[in-house]
């Protein structure tokens, strides 16, 4: 029997529920409805004093989240689409990321992202928001693409101690499937080889790891082995793992979903060529959705992002440098 990746979500939070009387679950639609994706279905039913709805305001419910956190909850708020998170974003970023650093209590809020586009969301329910909360310090930006890492990494979050920004990818729900939930899991800030290689290293995260997979199996057919860097979390960054890969192939192409301009690509890049720029054969490139709001139509949508195709070419690209 196989499980989504949206199942180990849910899975994750069930067991976070029955493990400790101090979590809970808040956001739009999560009780009886099950939430906007059914992340949340049967959780009320289960736990109906502990998965409770709120009201249509973004802020609120992470005002309502950090108060509760800096009683001795652990929440876990929903957000119905990455892209309202912005509405909460003060109380994200200046209440919960700083609390700690100002008062040394702790305030462990986990706020889930459904992160990225699916065809016809649009440019409204379709952003990547990691680069945006990386930014700030205080925060931990997990960015999970496995169904392994979907569940292990949201038990991660709900017990560190930290505001964690949990970057679920919609076009992984469905899309993603295994055989069994994990029983031993590495560290959430630790990166992972998701394929070994020697000719070029593509350091990436979330839904790209598998538009990156796909292309290094393509490139494969010509003789070229593609190393793959899965981030698993883009802060903190494992720069150790990404360095490491880039010393054994000598050329690093940096990929994401995420707007082009600044951004965890761009992080990347800056940091092989300050630390590593001895192990480099050619000028590191990086591969981003295009400056453009997110179109709705699927055709535009698909051009929008990268793809393997577009990850393929920028390899090639990169290995004839």
């Known amino acids: 029997m196989s499980i989504t990746y949206l199942e180990a979500i849910r899975e994750a939070q069930s067991k976070a529920l029955a493990d400790d009387p101090n979590v809970f679950i808040y956001g739009q639609d999560i009780g009886a409805f099950g939430g906007a994706f059914k992340a949340t279905k049967g959780l009320y039913e289960k736990f109906p004093d502990r998965v409770r709805d709120a009201p249509i305001s973004e802020d609120a419910m992470i005002g309502a989240a950090v108060g509760a956190a800096i009683e001795g909850m652990r929440p876990i708020i929903e957000m119905q689409f990455a892209d309202f998170s912005s509405v909460a974003f003060n109380q994200i970023v200046n209440q919960a990321a700083t609390h700690y650093w100002r008062t040394g209590i702790p305030c462990p809020i986990t706020v889930r992202l459904p ?20 930014h700030y310090p ?152 295009r400056d453009t709001p997110i179109p709705y139509h699927p055709d535009l949508w698909r051009f929008h992002r990268p793809t393997a195709s577009s990850v393929e070419s920028a390899i090639r690209n990169l290995i004839r440098d």
Request: proline share 6%.
């Open 115 to 134: 992160s990225g586009g699916t065809p016809g969301s649009g440019p409204f329910h379709s952003q990547c928001m990691e680069t945006i909360y990386a």
């Open 138 to 289: 205080g925060t931990v930006v997990m960015t999970p693409a496995t169904v392994e890492d979907a569940y292990s990494m949201l038990l991660d979050a709900v017990a560190i101690d930290d505001p964690v920004l949990f970057c679920e990818h919609k076009f992984l729900y469905y899309h993603l499937k295994a055989d069994a939930l994990p029983k031993r899991a590495l560290p959430p800030g630790r990166a992972r080889i998701a394929r070994s290689g020697r000719h070029a290293t593509v350091v990436t995260y979330s839904a790209m790891v598998h538009e990156a997979l796909r292309a290094a199996e393509s490139l494969q057919a010509d003789g070229y082995e593609i190393e793959v860097v899965d981030l698993r979390c883009v802060k903190p960054l494992d720069m150790d793992t990404v360095l490491g890969s880039v010393a054994r192939t000598g050329r690093v192409l940096a990929l994401g979903e995420a707007f082009p301009w600044g951004g965890v690509t761009a992080e990347v890049i800056s940091r092989v060529a300050s630390e590593g720029f001895h192990l480099l054969d050619a000028a590191p490139a990086r591969l981003n959705a």
